[in-house]
C-alpha cells in the first residue's frame, strides 16, 4: 500500500525558515518524480514543487522559487521541502504527492507564518 | 503559465442526477488533464487521469472527457458520497496549475 507520511509543520515567524519530510513507502520511490502542493486555508490547490529521481532536476512556480528548495533520499525514501524567508502567505497545508499525476497524497501538514 | 478556468464554482444537485464540471486551459494540454476529489479535512484523491482514464478503486459513473483546451468530469447516478469539491489539474507543462474548483452539494 503506498504511504505518504509529511512532519515538520508548525507555528513560525515571518522570514524565518522550516524544512518539511515526506516518509514514503509501499512503492519504490527512486522511481518516481515527487511534488510538493499547497493549499491555504478554505483555498485552491497549487503545486508548489517537483524533483526528478535522482534528483538532478528541479520544479518551481515563481511564488516560491529562490526560497523553497525541494530535495531526496532515496536510499531513506524521504522527500524534502527547505522553505526560507517565509511569507504569511506561506501559510497552508503542504501535501507531498507522488507523480505523474499526482496519484498519491499525503495527509498534509499545516504550516503558519505568523508572528 | 497555463491559466485553469474551471466551471461552475458550485453545483447542486439531488441523488440520482447527473451532473458535469468544465475546465478550459488557456492553451492546448494535450490531455494533460487530471480531477481530484477533496472532501473536508481530506487530502485530495485522483479520479481520473490523462483526461479519460479511469484511476483503480474510482467508481465507474465517473468519466472524463474532452481535448485540447476544453475538458469536463462527469458524474452519473450521484450519490451522497459525492458531496465533495472537485479540482482539474493541468500537468502538461511547468508549472503545474490546477483550477479554482467546484463545490458539489447533494440536495
Known amino acids: 500500500e503506498v504511504q505518504l507520511v509529511e512532519s515538520g509543520g508548525g507555528l513560525v515567524q515571518p522570514g524565518r525558515s522550516l524544512k518539511l519530510s515526506c516518509a514514503a513507502s509501499?512503492?519504490?520511490?527512486?522511481?518516481?518524480?515527487m511534488a510538493w502542493v499547497r493549499q491555504a486555508p478554505k483555498k485552491g490547490l497549487e503545486w508548489v514543487a517537483t524533483i526528478s529521481t535522482s534528483g538532478s532536476r528541479t520544479y518551481y512556480p515563481d511564488s516560491v522559487k529562490g526560497r523553497f528548495t525541494i530535495s531526496r533520499d532515496n536510499a531513506k525514501s524521504s522527500l524534502y521541502l527547505q522553505m526560507n524567508s517565509l511569507k504569511s502567505e506561506d501559510t497552508a497545508t503542504y501535501y507531498c504527492?507522488?507523480?505523474?499525476?499526482?496519484?498519491?497524497w499525503g495527509q498534509g501538514v499545516m504550516v503558519t507564518v505568523s508572528s | 503559465d497555463i491559466q485553469m478556468t474551471q466551471s461552475p464554482a458550485s453545483l447542486s444537485a439531488s441523488l440520482g442526477e447527473t451532473v458535469s464540471i468544465e475546465c478550459l486551459a488557456s492553451?492546448?494540454?494535450?490531455?494533460?488533464l487530471a480531477w481530484y476529489q477533496q472532501k473536508p479535512g481530506k487530502s485530495p484523491q485522483l479520479l481520473i487521469y490523462y483526461a479519460s482514464s479511469l484511476q483503480d478503486g474510482v467508481p465507474s459513473r465517473f468519466s472524463g472527457s474532452g481535448s485540447g483546451t476544453q475538458y469536463s468530469l462527469k458524474i452519473n447516478s450521484l450519490e451522497s458520497e459525492d458531496a465533495a469539491t472537485y479540482f482539474c489539474?493541468?500537468?502538461?507543462?511547468?508549472?503545474?496549475?490546477f483550477g479554482s474548483g467546484t463545490k458539489l452539494e447533494i440536495k
Open positions: 509501499g512503492f519504490t520511490f527512486s522511481n518516481y518524480y
Open positions: 492553451e492546448d494540454i494535450y490531455n494533460n
Open positions: 489539474l493541468q500537468d502538461s507543462e511547468y508549472p503545474f496549475t
Open positions: 504527492a507522488r507523480q505523474p499525476g499526482l496519484d498519491y
